[in-house]
């Protein structure tokens, strides 16, 4: 675990720096220099998770892409729920003689460019956001479900396009990343998604949320059929495991909390894209909150399509409360989040235990064999 805190704690170092250094050159706009820091932080944090060896479901992932032949195309289901993109091109990387971990290395590229393209375009305190990046288990996601993460990267490039009413390109990127994993299809809320915080709205959300929850066992054939239209092969049992851990439920809905007791202050005059924020980061916290009567497998990891949206909204209210009030809760939140993260990574699933990786010189030198 001590290489990953020091790959966050490198990392916020280099957010930090996009933030506050200046360049001699005036001709250096602070944009031209927030891309330089993030090119540099997205190489850091890619080539890390592209250099591990082991991690979650690395290994079913590699044994998928061993098995890959010349003959693999005539194979592949077009089916959405058989992911056919990200099988398309796990079959052209291999007959293009990229190894097992380049594979690897790519798909960790893609996704934490997209990741970190999304969170520098609208963050409000950029080490902040990369430190929750981390502590919320947003960027070891990465390690774990590689088709979900990188369809979650392509996704939020949508959510990109479609603040900007550029509705072709926000369709062509969910379609795009539905194809590399179908949950990304939930994405289309997206444009519905902008309205003010803590108004009607938010009330059928959170009522629809506690429905689902308490109805959730008696609907769990309907649930079955739906997912097995989108050509996902889900049983009863499914749905029906350990719930998800109290402890990620309630951290997944400290925004929420938070926003409520601070709404007349946050959204007087919100902007539609801190609106959509924290509605969707609503959204993850009411998909957890499901997933206490459900199984953690299955609702945790569909949660997690929306958890990036925490690690920006979260320090664009604490930078909107101000104050002594502003100070003390981002005081309050960073110890809360330390101990979230320590507790993930060293007691509930000790990461050290898991994680694998080679160093650099090694990637290289097999790289270059």
């Known amino acids: 675990m001590t290489d990953l805190v020091v790959l966050m704690l490198t990392s916020m170092a280099m957010a ?17 220099r927030m891309a ?3 090119v540099v932080i997205t190489v850091l944090m890619a080539g890390f998770a592209g250099l591990r060896t082991r991690c ?20 592949i289901d077009i089916n959405i729920g058989s992911n056919p993109l990200f099988n398309a091109i796990n079959y052209w990387l291999k007959t293009n003689g990229v190894s097992t971990q380049n594979f690897l290395m790519f798909w960790a590229v893609v996704t934490v460019a997209c990741y970190i393209l999304f969170i520098h375009l609208y963050s409000s305190d950029y080490p902040l956001t990369i430190f929750l990046l981390f502590t919320t288990g947003c960027y070891t996601f990465v390690f774990a479900g590689i088709k979900q993460a990188a369809a979650i990267g ?9 603040l900007k009413k550029k509705w072709l390109l926000f369709a062509l990127c969910i379609v795009t990343a ?10 289309f809320a997206v444009p519905f998604m902008c309205f003010c915080p803590w108004k009607k709205n938010t009330y059928i959300l959170l009522a629809a949320a506690l429905c689902c929850g308490f109805l959730l066992r008696p609907f769990i054939g309907t649930i079955v059929n739906i997912t097995t239209m989108i050509g996902e092969e889900y049983t009863v049992s499914s749905f029906t495991g350990d719930g998800v851990n109290i402890f990620r439920v309630l951290v997944c809905n400290v925004p929420l909390v938070l926003s409520w007791l601070y709404r007349k202050r946050l959204f007087a005059n919100s902007t539609k894209e801190e609106n959509l924020m924290i509605n969707m980061t609503m959204l993850n916290g009411a998909i957890m909150f499901i997933g206490l009567f459900g199984t953690a497998n299955y609702f945790g990891r569909l949660a997690n399509y929306f958890l990036i949206f925490q690690s920006l909204s979260l320090p664009w209210m604490l930078k909107k409360i101000g104050g002594k009030d502003g100070k003390l809760l981002t005081a309050l939140m960073v110890l809360g989040y330390i101990a979230y993260f320590y507790y993930a990574n060293a007691i509930n699933q000790p990461f050290d235990q898991d994680f694998a990786r080679l160093s650099v010189r090694e990637y290289l030198s097999l790289s270059g064999g």
């Open 56 to 75: 979650n479901d690395t290994g079913a992932y590699k044994h998928g892409y061993e098995l890959i032949t010349e003959g693999s195309l005539e194979n």
């Open 36 to 38: 330089v820091f993030s």
């Open 154 to 162: 392509i996704a939020a490039l949508g959510t990109i396009f479609a």
């Open 16 to 32: 930090w720096c996009a933030d506050h250094v200046v360049w001699k050159r005036e001709s250096v706009k602070k944009g031209h």
């Open 178 to 187: 539905s194809l590399i994993h179908p949950y990304a299809l939930m994405y």
